[in-house]
């Protein structure tokens, strides 16, 4: 899937680092996604950002902070990770029409995610 | 939330057609019928969407009764290369069911034999 990119592929980090994932989507669409997915677990959404705007925060706890800067990027900050956070962390784009306007229903497009170890 | 149910497994053999059945009983009328296929350390891939009737792409098949209340995925021949897991999900991302397209169950994990 070359439409959304997700960097890096893979990260190890101990739990006091600071780090950053990065998603970039290249489809034009207008909403971006986080998911979490633990080893033999469904996917968790986490975050939902349409028009560069938050919308959704999956009760997910403050050591995640995400960030939209505009429509084709998406971050995910990350900082005092706790061992179970270890996990895939997928990052999804796609278009979606205005509140109450139903035109069309854009599917979900994946990057191959970030594999996270905390140590 | 609205909960849709899948097998949890299917065993096959390569060649066979494979049907796998969801179920999502509280359907709204606004709602899209989405498939992905999902390989380890991947991100899930769309398969197909549809609304009513019958859907066919390049890949599979999607079947949907009058009533909506189930779909049925078709995968055509299969090949080692469609071992994965498979997700159904109902909504409409720019309705107020759009938080259901959004959640993933824990789909059927297909295994294709040789």
């Known amino acids: 899937e070359t439409g959304v990119t997700q960097t890096p592929r893979h990260l190890v980090m101990g739990m006091t680092n600071k780090k950053s994932l990065k998603c970039e989507q290249h489809l034009g669409h207008n909403a971006m996604y986080w998911y979490k997915q633990s080893a033999k677990k469904p996917l968790e959404l986490m975050f939902v950002y349409n028009f560069k705007e938050q919308t959704e925060n999956n009760s997910v706890p403050s050591r995640f902070s995400p960030e939209c800067p505009n429509s084709s990027h998406l971050f995910l900050h990350l900082h005092t990770l706790q061992p179970e956070d270890s996990a895939l962390y997928l990052c999804a784009s796609s278009q979606v029409p205005p509140a109450g306007y139903r035109s069309y229903n854009s599917p979900l497009h994946f990057g191959n995610g970030t594999r996270l170890t905390v140590t | 939330l609205a909960k849709t149910t899948q097998p949890i497994s299917m065993d096959s053999y390569e060649g066979q057609e494979v049907n796998i059945t969801c179920s999502h009983n509280?359907?709204?009328?606004?709602?899209?019928i989405t498939w992905y296929q999902q390989f380890p350390s991947q991100g899930p891939r769309f398969i197909i969407q549809?609304?009513?009737t019958k859907v066919t792409n390049e890949v599979a098949s999607l079947f949907i009764p009058a009533d909506r209340k189930s779909s049925t995925l078709s995968l055509p021949r299969v090949s080692l290369s469609d071992t994965a897991v498979y997700y159904c999900?109902?909504?409409?991302?720019?309705?107020?069911?759009?938080?259901?397209?959004?959640?993933f169950g824990s789909g059927t994990r297909l295994q294709v034999q040789p």
């Open positions: 549809g609304y009513k």
């Open positions: 999900l109902v909504g409409d991302l720019g309705m107020d069911t759009g938080r259901r397209a959004l959640t």
């Open positions: 509280n359907i709204a009328t606004n709602d899209y």
